[in-house]
């Protein structure tokens, strides 16, 4: 079955650190690759999404994420977070196609000042 | 810009009742996902509806919950009873179910019961 593996569960950095969010899928075919950011309070948002091409995917806010198909991973990047980026992140992968995201169980980042 | 909307925010009910939610998907959004998110964990798939039709329920503990999408256009999503390991966050999804397919998420259902 597909599978998405976050490996952190609670992260703290402090302003300005950088930031790598892991992740790893488990899919047998071509796979479609997502990070959504949920802040305090607020919808699921897409930070980035990765179909083909590039495998370094730039993102809103400074995000950024390399899809590295030998290693199936897909891990998130900022070269420098701010407080504003305290949130639960969750990456998600699915089938090619109109199919439902699979997630991981999400790393939450507090960010202090 | 268009959302998804979920009602209501906030369910706190006691075992063994039943409750409901509803989504109402962007305007034109033919495909229409239940999740729901356990504390802690990631959001995990209930249902998927293509305009009225179910496209998979595998995830859906039938004995006791039940969606639909009787017009194609709003959904609800019922549990009854309701059992203590229902408190979750409920998440409804819509896409257009055109290329790129992406998915945008309403603010959820919280449902705590007691």
């Known amino acids: 079955a597909q599978s998405v593996s976050q490996h952190n569960h609670h992260v703290i950095l402090s302003e300005a650190a950088s930031l790598e969010l892991g992740c790893n899928y488990s899919y047998g075919g071509t796979v479609n690759l997502f990070w959504y950011v949920q802040y305090p309070g607020q919808h699921l948002q897409l930070l980035l999404k990765y179909f083909s091409g590039d495998p370094l995917v730039k993102g809103i806010k400074g995000f950024e994420a390399e899809f590295i198909k030998s290693k199936f991973s897909f891990n998130l990047r900022k070269p420098s977070v701010q407080w504003s980026d305290t949130a639960e992140y969750f990456c998600a992968a699915r089938d090619l196609g109109n199919t439902p995201l699979v997630f991981g169980k999400g790393t939450r980042l507090s960010v202090i000042a | 810009e268009a959302e998804v909307a979920q009602s209501p925010r906030y369910k706190i009910t006691e075992k063994s009742q039943a409750v409901a939610f509803w989504c109402d998907p962007i305007s034109g959004h033919a495909t229409l996902y239940w999740y729901r998110q356990i504390l802690g964990q990631g959001p995990e798939l209930l249902v998927q509806f293509q305009d009225e039709s179910v496209v998979d329920d595998s995830q859906l503990p039938k004995d006791r919950f039940s969606a639909e999408r009787l017009k194609g256009v709003d959904s609800t999503l019922k549990i009854q009873p309701a059992e203590l390991g229902d408190s979750a966050m409920y998440l409804c999804?819509?896409?257009?179910?055109?290329?790129?397919?992406?998915?945008?998420f309403g603010p959820g259902t919280r449902l705590t019961v007691t």
């Open positions: 999804a819509s896409s257009s179910g055109s290329p790129p397919y992406e998915q945008y």
